[in-house]
Nanobody, 123 residues
Framework: VQLQASGGGSVQAGGSLKLSCAASGRAFSSYTMAWFRQAPGKEREFVGAITGSGGRVYYADSVKGRFTISGDNAKNTVYLQMTSLNPEDTAVYYC?????????????????WGQGTQVTVSS
């Protein structure tokens, strides 16, 4: 599986962005897809994930209510809609996948990673 993240950019606080993660390869619908982010000098942190089978979605507390993850199996694409952005959301955002069908909040269990896309939120 190869992942291609896109959609990053610069916005002002309070703005919105939508990231996309396009996956190549078969059996996409059975994969759990996740978003992580990494700010300068910080560890890569879990943002949220969606299971392929049942479409269950999980979020980090820091983004709950502001970010929405959705998937389109026909397009092999997962989206991260981000609203009410604040400067603390500034980071490189990565999409990741695991073929276990489970959701993990740690990066260690994800086999596949996209290249990352920069999100910058100015105050």
């Amino acid at each position: 599986v190869q992942l291609q993240a896109s959609g990053g950019g610069s916005v002002q606080a309070g703005g919105s962005l939508k990231l996309s993660c396009a996956a190549s390869g078969r059996a996409f619908s059975s994969y759990t897809m996740a978003w992580f982010r990494q700010a300068p000098g910080k560890e890569r942190e879990f943002v949220g994930a969606i299971t392929g089978s049942g479409g269950r979605v999980y979020y980090a507390d820091s983004v709950k209510g502001r970010f929405t993850i959705s998937g389109d199996n026909a397009k092999n694409t997962v989206y991260l809609q981000m609203t009410s952005l604040n400067p603390e959301d500034t980071a490189v955002y990565y999409c990741a996948a695991t073929n276990t069908g489970l959701v993990y909040r740690t990066r260690l269990y994800y086999n596949y990673w996209g290249q990352g896309t920069q999100v910058t939120v100015s105050s």
